[in-house]
């Protein structure tokens, strides 16, 4: 038996995780001193069940602006976790990880869309107003963040955490995970290693720093026990929480689904890589691959 089979679609449908994981690491350098270097680099699963309906990442929005994935799920069609518009807008979700979830919560992707196709409120203003209603969702965690040619700015928002959204004010490299941001489980803190030691060689290709980016989303090396992990998880079985302990999650019915990697250079070029999985098998992928400039 590998540690694949840990996992069965019953053991997920009689726990609380009912919604999709996520990870995501980010470098974020809002005045390169280099030419060469990027204002964002970032990189992110997404773990999902395997039969969730969904559309891999194209463009889409009234003048074909935003460019992310979409969930197709019943209910909640036209949610994101990922994603970013040709003004310099992106969004990011994770979900938190605890013990109970209400089924009749609204639907945590649209906080992504909603930003994205929002064209008045700012980072930080939209976040305000979402915390004002963060009570009528199960747990998440949101970055909103603008590429603009005077200014970029990120900020966070988790409905667990702080009641104030907050300005990541400083340079530096970030980790999201199931938690709070930067919370220190074990998935994080190795990833977030793997992913500063890539970022921080400068002798990579823009195609050879998205394909190491790709491998550091794709290490299925488990990291439990981690109690402080396991502490969220409250009711979730044993092996459960072992298989979310991966950067790449892997089990039968349920895990890592797609991969992305986000770079924004100093001029505002924008690649945006997806590696989907196609078909509901964990060997068949698909990988596309936009550039654009931000029209910020």
Same mark, same amino acid.
């Given at each position: 038996?590998?540690?694949?089979?840990?996992?069965?679609?019953?053991?997920?449908?009689?726990?609380?995780?009912?919604?999709?994981?996520?990870? #995501?690491?980010?470098?974020?350098?809002?005045?390169?001193?280099?030419?060469?270097?990027?204002? $964002?680099?970032?990189?992110?699963?997404?773990?999902?069940?395997?039969?969730?309906?969904?559309?891999?990442?194209?463009?889409?929005?009234?003048?074909?602006?935003?460019?992310?994935?979409?969930?197709?799920?019943?209910?909640?069609?036209?949610?994101?976790?990922?994603?970013?518009?040709?003004?310099?807008?992106?969004?990011? #979700?994770?979900?938190?990880?605890?013990?109970?979830?209400?089924?009749?919560?609204?639907?945590?992707?649209?906080? !992504?869309?909603?930003? $994205?196709?929002?064209?008045?409120?700012?980072?930080?203003?939209?976040?305000?107003?979402?915390?004002?209603?963060?009570?009528?969702?199960?747990?998440?965690?949101?970055?909103?963040?603008?590429?603009?040619?005077?200014?970029?700015?990120?900020?966070?928002?988790?409905?667990?955490?702080?009641?104030? *959204? #907050?300005?990541?004010?400083?340079? @530096?490299?970030? @980790? +999201?995970?199931?938690?709070?941001?930067?919370?220190?489980?074990?998935?994080?803190?190795?990833?977030?290693?793997?992913?500063?030691? !890539?970022?921080?060689?400068?002798?990579?290709?823009?195609?050879? $720093?998205?394909?190491?980016? +790709?491998? !550091?989303?794709?290490?299925?090396?488990?990291?439990?026990?981690? *109690?402080?992990?396991?502490?969220?998880?409250?009711?979730?079985?044993?092996?459960?929480?072992?298989?979310?302990?991966?950067?790449?999650?892997?089990? *039968?019915?349920?895990?890592?689904?797609?991969?992305?990697?986000?770079? #924004?250079?100093?001029?505002?070029? !924008?690649?945006?890589?997806?590696?989907?999985?196609?078909?509901?098998?964990?060997?068949?992928?698909?990988?596309?691959?936009?550039?654009?400039?931000?029209?910020?």
């Amino acid at each position: 038996t590998t540690r694949h089979n840990y996992l069965s679609t019953q053991n997920f449908e009689s726990n609380p995780l009912r919604t999709s994981m996520c990870i #995501i690491f980010f470098k974020f350098d809002p005045r390169p001193a280099s030419k060469n270097a990027y204002r $964002l680099i970032l990189a992110a699963n997404r773990d999902e069940f395997y039969n969730r309906p969904s559309k891999a990442a194209d463009f889409w929005g009234t003048n074909n602006e935003i460019l992310s994935g979409l969930d197709l799920e019943y209910g909640k069609e036209g949610g994101s976790w990922l994603g970013i518009n040709k003004r310099g807008k992106l969004a990011g #979700i994770t979900n938190y990880l605890e013990s109970h979830s209400n089924p009749d919560a609204q639907g945590r992707g649209f906080l !992504v869309s909603n930003y $994205l196709t929002d064209k008045d409120q700012d980072s930080y203003s939209y976040l305000k107003k979402v915390s004002l209603e963060g009570h009528l969702y199960n747990g998440f965690n949101l970055i909103t963040a603008e590429f603009r040619a005077k200014q970029d700015v990120v900020c966070y928002y988790g409905n667990r955490g702080s009641p104030e *959204p #907050i300005h990541l004010k400083a340079a @530096g490299i970030y @980790g +999201l995970s199931n938690s709070l941001l930067d919370t220190p489980w074990k998935k994080l803190l190795r990833g977030k290693r793997h992913f500063s030691s !890539v970022v921080d060689d400068q002798t990579l290709s823009c195609d050879g $720093l998205v394909q190491e980016l +790709l491998g !550091v989303l794709n290490n299925e090396e488990l990291n439990s026990p981690d *109690p402080a992990q396991e502490s969220h998880g409250d009711g979730y079985s044993k092996p459960m929480l072992q298989a979310l302990s991966a950067v790449c999650v892997r089990s *039968p019915d349920y895990g890592t689904r797609t991969n992305t990697v986000i770079l #924004i250079d100093a001029e505002g070029n !924008v690649t945006f890589t997806e590696r989907t999985m196609r078909d509901r098998d964990t060997s068949n992928w698909r990988t596309s691959s936009f550039n654009f400039k931000l029209d910020a």
